[in-house]
């Protein structure tokens, strides 16, 4: 199970999106940030890196997940919204108000990268987005009960701002949070107005996001009172079951609204509450959201409310007064934080916890196999790649590994701690079916395409002939090697007129490009450790030369590099910039091999090289190692404990090679070696 630990003193002050929770498993995701325009009425803005403000527009924001941020047993005092204001004039808030009814972000931001190339969205992730209209958009949307009071919101008289350095600080908020914390079944956030236009980072910016501020001061212990589960009675019936005094104040509301005709009963220990929702509903929105809660605070808040979703997934389990904190971890972080370019809004899927006899303890694994999501190696909770790919361009190729890449290694790809794409792909399709086909496109540690090549690839089903062409791609027919997804990689045996190399791709990195292309054929870069020229092995370039290096190490130390003994190392000091060494004469060669067995000391490698009478500055970039530790693992020789780092350069015919190591304190190599090549 997952319990709410007592952070006291330990919680953060300060709480923004995908900051860590001190003593939690998972970071602090639960934030919704967006802003509507009256001027495009029907339009959506979530996602977007930036909070438009000013006139006829509203900035709407969430920080949900409180009771885990803050901590058990906790009230909160002089709680601030910190803003990064962009662009404007210095912000002044006009007004702040209490939003009373649910509301999505939606995902439909401006310059997303798959909307300019003309990429339509997955058909099984339509998007559900708040506009000035509507409090989210789709086929049953859901109207403001007027744009100008967004759903009767309540404004909070006591709010007021200041604004120093770029940095707009909200004050004031104190007793609306509290609210939040006592019943987060009515925590939809807050809507803010200003006077003038202004732009501020969003939850979704590199920089400056919305951070919530907070101090807090222990409450006085009391009796503890839960909303234990929810379960369906009937069509539009249900029950709520409650660890409540008889006659406790309570509240049953259906999307914000509240019901009447509740009746309250008892059932053993258990008081119990039997409601309906209203007739019309019983083709249930996405997300529309039954709650209930208990309406005095106690000594442990984050249970006295719990969300249930009807058109979501009853999941099985061992019910007990802490199962709410397992569903609203599920609900308001794990499923819409994990957020990808098919699924901007995350996974639309929403579970409910009923009581059922489980012989599974761990919380995470019962409602992972209840959704028939895939365990595999990799990221996250059950692995896999947790990277928002959003602003990559879904016709691309997508890169598995830290291979060399210009351009994807300027695309901001932030990972996650929670699901992974294929996680999200399996729930929102409903299957694990693999696509018939796939491209790939093969590439050398240097960047450049790998082929004509000869490819035998070896799947669990069996095996099939391929032709790469002379550009790196093929298409890859599945039918013949596997079916579903899994960790079960598939091999590639490539054979190029200069060398042969097997390597491996996970057959859920197929599933992934399959879900990120949607109709189109999925595209995945594999890094191939080959020189495009033939190699001599066995001979080192370097073996006896005098290297050099930016430290002024001693001949001694330096000579350990080329000395042709392993058993011998050097430190490699953190402020190392550079080693050199010198040839003697311009040579041809094709990989650099660095030996070590440190190889989790290093950030990176680089290799630069220049010819007989070149300068520094005429130096050009020879090959590129990103975590060598990664390398290391998957694909590098060992040489007993120590692993042989190879660069697989843009073959070279140069008398200097320079190594630039990224590295910590506790780094050494044993050895350089620069393997000479032929042209044929």
Known sequence: MILIPALLSLAPAVITRGCVLPGEPLKYWAVSDTFVDSKEPSTN??????????????????????????????????????????????????????????????????????????????????????????????????????????????PIGGATSKIADDKLTISGLTSTFQQFLEDPSANYGIALQFAEVCDFSSSDSSDGAPELRFER?????????AVIWIERTGDLKFRAHLNAGKGAPTAVKWNGKRIDGVQESTLGREVVLDFAIPSGSSKFAPLGVLSVSILEGDADNSNNSMDFYPAGKDVPFPIDVNSVNVSRLWNETILPQSRFSFALDGS???????????????????????????????????????????????????????WSDQLFEQIAMPATDLLSMTAVGVLGSGETKLPKLVT??????????????????????????LKLTADGYLVLSLSELATTVGDVPIKFLITTDADSKTVEVPIWQIYDASRRAGKSLGVISVGVPMSGIHLTEGTNLAAGKFPS????????????????????????????????????????FGAVDVVTDTPEAFDSILAVVRETGANDSDARLFARMLQPAWHAKHWCLKEGSSSVLRLFGIPAKARYIRLLPKANNSAKISEIRVVPGKLD
Not at 217 to 225: F, L, N, S
Not at 561 to 583: C, F, R, V
């Open 45 to 154: 803005f979530g996602r977007d890196m930036l909070l438009s403000g000013g006139p006829g527009k509203v900035v709407l924001l969430r920080f949900a997940d409180l009771n885990r941020a803050v901590g058990a047993g906790q009230s909160l005092e002089n709680v601030e919204i910190i803003l990064s204001q962009e662009l404007g004039k210095p912000a002044k808030l006009k007004a702040a108000f209490k939003v009373t009814l649910p509301w999505y972000e939606g995902s439909d931001r401006r310059g997303d990268i798959n909307k300019l190339m003309g990429t339509k969205p997955d058909a099984n992730f339509v998007a559900l987005g708040t506009t000035w209209n509507d409090r989210w958009t789709g086929d049953k949307p859901e109207s403001w009960n007027t744009p100008a009071s967004f759903g009767n919101s309540l």
């Open 217 to 225: 001061k222990p409450i006085a212990t009391k009796k503890d009172q």
């Open 348 to 402: 639309r899927t929403r579970i409910n916890l009923v009581r059922g006899d489980v012989a599974e303890k761990d919380s995470n694994e019962i409602i992972r196999a209840s959704l028939g999501i895939p365990k595999l190696e990799g990221m996250g909770l059950f692995g896999g790649d947790t990277r928002d790919e959003s602003q990559y361009a879904r016709q691309l190729p997508m890169m598995y590994g830290p």
């Open 440 to 465: 790939l496109k093969m590439v050398t540690p240097y960047e450049q395409a790998l082929g004509p090549a000869e490819v035998l690839a070896t799947g669990p089903a069996g095996k099939s002939n």
């Open 549 to 588: 290096d930016s430290q002024t190490s001693s001949a001694a130390e330096l000579a350990k590099l080329t000395d042709g003994d392993s058993g011998t190392a050097m430190n490699i000091a953190k402020e190392a910039k550079w080693i050199e060494i010198d040839l003697g004469r311009d040579r041809l």
